[in-house]
């Protein structure tokens, strides 16, 4: 388990520098190592804070699944970041909602055309 959180947070680093070197390169300006590892460093103990209280949340609600609804509390205090998150969890569910009506519609054709030339 220690080496799998060795590997992420590895991950997680050679990720951000190439994020600031990308993002350095759009807007013309470079951050030096130090400076990278340090919002490497950031973003990770900020992940960690992140997926602890969303684990909190859940299990709040009695449950061993983190939803969009824990997403939604984490971020009550940053009011665009809700309605980004919000809007996104809305655009998913009504994918999620569509995609069902198409396999529902699916099985009835089946249905249909299995059973429906035999009267």
């Known amino acids: 388990m220690i080496e799998a959180f060795k590997k992420l947070r590895?991950?997680?680093h050679s990720?951000?520098?190439k994020i600031c070197q990308e993002i350095g390169g759009q807007v013309d300006m470079e951050m030096n190592k130090?400076?990278?590892?340090?919002?490497?460093e950031f973003i990770w103990k900020k992940m960690q804070v992140v997926s602890k209280d969303l684990e909190c949340f859940a299990k709040?609600?009695?449950r061993s699944t983190i939803n969009a609804e824990d997403v939604k509390l984490l971020t009550r205090r940053n009011p665009s970041l809700r309605t980004t998150i919000c809007q996104m969890a809305d655009e998913?569910?009504?994918?999620k909602r569509l995609s069902k009506d198409k396999?529902?519609?699916k099985e009835v054709e089946e249905l249909d055309g299995a059973g429906g030339s035999g009267l």
């Open 10 to 12: 590895l991950t997680v």
């Open 15 to 17: 990720e951000v520098r």
């Open 34 to 40: 130090a400076a990278t590892s340090l919002v490497a």
């Open 60 to 62: 709040h609600a009695k």
């Open 92 to 95: 998913t569910a009504k994918k």
């Open 103 to 105: 396999d529902k519609d």
